[in-house]
Nanobody, 116 residues
């Protein structure tokens, strides 16, 4: 069993920055993939970024160059540094933990609102 708790969401102006964090507890292994997805009102949940171990990363095209995912395996945490935020980044951001052959675990989500 894995539990995920997100933090760091909030309201920010366009062009601003936020840093999301996700604390994982339970049976956590660095080889498994952690990441972030988001869901805007009326839209499907979409991938934002994932990381396996500490260096194998994947980003959605819409966030490349603006968002950076990182992971601290000693603390079982994953972070998402979001810079140059745009109104279209507004969504609920969900942390996820995925182990090969198993259904992924999800956090409850944290709201990010980009508005002037």
């Amino acid at each position: 069993q894995v539990q995920l708790v997100e933090s760091g969401g909030g309201l920010v102006q366009p062009g601003g920055s936020l840093r999301l964090s996700c604390a994982a507890s339970g049976s956590i292994f660095s080889i498994d993939t952690m990441g972030w997805y988001r869901q805007a009102p009326g839209k499907q949940r979409e991938l934002v970024a994932t990381i396996q171990d500490t260096s194998i990363t994947r980003y959605a095209d819409s966030v490349k160059g603006r968002f950076t995912i990182s992971r601290d395996n000693a603390k079982n945490t994953v972070h998402l540094q979001m810079n140059n935020l745009k109104p279209e980044d507004t969504a609920v951001y969900y942390c996820t933990y995925a182990r090969s052959g198993y259904l992924p675990y999800w956090g409850r989500g944290t709201q990010v609102t980009v508005s002037s």
